[in-house]
């Protein structure tokens, strides 16, 4: 399987294989991600980081990742410091690090603005999150996470919970688990319910989504809990976020209604959605998770890139 000098924009460009592929490449990355083994498999590699909205996981992952392959990075974390603040365009900055870099990766608060950059650039543009619109990477690590802790994805019972209009991980995510044959089940306010296309989606695999607005009965059946914030910073009224801030969380009292191995997954940063006594329970998997874009991370950039492993 070939995917030198690919783009990662969306979970929609890859095939089952392909992810199934990815996956298994990121599982051969583990130890070198933690640090057990070492190499310099992109030692030759410049990978630009563009991030144009906040990130702590994504940048510093990817980051990482690059400096785990023996590789080196450049840009920024803030678009204040940059000719941005001067009028410069997006398609200008492209160019520019297309020109400096071997790879970019772009988080950028608009839709549609990571494939945009792909146009203006010869070298392969990675989407960090493009507004309401696509996390690839992000989709990967929480597939890599399911298979790590079931050791299957098809058949599992995921209850993604919260803001399902705004959150871009869970429409990339409900894409790939119907992809899978997940069984999915969307747990929402009325108001931040998942978009009918994502929904329509499922339903060309096969997948029959239930949407409901009741997170006890969700929690009881489901194997996999992926929960999400409400993404204030997306909501056109602030009215409208005050009405639903809060509306659902996780607890230990919840999660005694549930089955004894369920993991609770959530893409991080929470706010208020699960109560840090979860932390401490065998069904938080939050951290780990957001370790497990390290090693996804590793894999996609050496296969992008030509590192041979
Ligand atoms: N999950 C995620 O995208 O986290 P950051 O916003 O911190 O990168």
């Given at each position: 399987?070939?995917?030198?000098?690919?783009?990662?924009?969306?979970?929609?460009?890859?095939?089952?294989?392909?992810?199934?592929?990815?996956?298994?490449?990121?599982?051969?990355?583990?130890?070198?991600?933690?640090?057990?083994?070492?190499?310099?498999?992109?030692?030759?590699?410049?990978?630009?980081?563009?991030?144009?909205?906040?990130?702590?996981?994504?940048?510093?992952?990817?980051?990482?990742?690059?400096?785990?392959?023996?590789?080196?990075?450049?840009?920024?974390?803030d678009p204040s410091g940059t000719s941005q603040k001067k009028g410069e365009s997006l398609a200008d900055t492209i160019r520019m690090a297309d020109s400096y870099?071997?790879?970019?990766?772009?988080?950028?608060?608009?839709?549609?603005?990571?494939?945009?950059?792909?146009?203006?650039?010869?070298?392969?543009?990675?989407?960090?999150?493009?507004?309401?619109?696509?996390?690839?990477?992000?989709?990967?690590?929480?597939?890599?996470?399911?298979?790590?802790?079931?050791?299957?994805?098809?058949?599992?019972?995921?209850?993604?919970?919260?803001?399902?209009?705004?959150?871009?991980?869970?429409?990339?995510?409900?894409?790939?688990?119907?992809?899978?044959?997940?069984?999915?089940?969307?747990?929402?306010?009325?108001?931040?319910?998942?978009?009918?296309?994502?929904?329509?989606?499922?339903?060309?695999?096969?997948?029959?989504?239930?949407?409901?607005?009741?997170?006890?009965?969700?929690?009881?059946?489901?194997?996999?809990?992926?929960?999400?914030?409400?993404?204030?910073?997306?909501?056109?009224?602030?009215?409208?976020?005050?009405?639903?801030?809060?509306?659902?969380?996780?607890?230990?009292?919840?999660?005694?209604?549930?089955?004894?191995?369920?993991?609770?997954?959530?893409?991080?940063?929470?706010?208020?959605?699960?109560?840090?006594?979860?932390?401490?329970?065998?069904?938080?998997?939050?951290?780990?998770?957001?370790?497990?874009?390290?090693?996804?991370?590793?894999?996609?950039?050496?296969?992008?890139?030509?590192?041979?492993?």
């Amino acid at each position: 399987m070939n995917f030198k000098n690919r783009d990662i924009i969306s979970i929609k460009d890859f095939s089952k294989e392909e992810i199934e592929y990815i996956l298994d490449y990121a599982k051969r990355m583990v130890p070198y991600a933690n640090g057990e083994k070492h190499t310099t498999l992109l030692s030759q590699h410049i990978m630009a980081a563009l991030f144009f909205e906040p990130s702590t996981r994504t940048r510093l992952s990817f980051e990482i990742a690059m400096h785990r392959l023996g590789g080196n990075v450049i840009g920024f974390a803030d678009p204040s410091g940059t000719s941005q603040k001067k009028g410069e365009s997006l398609a200008d900055t492209i160019r520019m690090a297309d020109s400096y870099s071997d790879a970019i990766v772009i988080r950028h608060p608009h839709e549609g603005a990571a494939r945009l950059a792909a146009e203006f650039s010869e070298v392969p543009v990675l989407n960090a999150g493009d507004g309401a619109g696509q996390h690839p990477t992000q989709c990967l690590l929480d597939l890599f996470t399911i298979l790590t802790e079931k050791k299957k994805i098809k058949g599992n019972k995921v209850a993604l919970v919260g803001d399902l209009k705004y959150g871009r991980t869970v429409h990339s995510l409900a894409y790939a688990l119907s992809l899978f044959k997940a069984d999915l089940t969307f747990v929402s306010p009325e108001t931040l319910k998942m978009p009918k296309e994502v929904i329509n989606e499922c339903k060309e695999f096969g997948v029959e989504p239930v949407s409901t607005s009741n997170l006890e009965k969700a929690v009881k059946e489901a194997d996999v809990l992926y929960v999400t914030r409400i993404q204030k910073e997306r909501f056109p009224d602030p009215e409208e976020y005050n009405r639903v801030v809060g509306s659902y969380k996780i607890n230990i009292e919840l999660l005694k209604e549930a089955k004894k191995d369920i993991i609770v997954m959530h893409p991080l940063p929470r706010v208020t959605e699960i109560d840090p006594e979860v932390d401490k329970t065998p069904h938080a998997i939050y951290f780990k998770q957001a370790f497990n874009g390290v090693p996804v991370r590793m894999a996609l950039l050496n296969l992008i890139l030509g590192g041979k492993l």
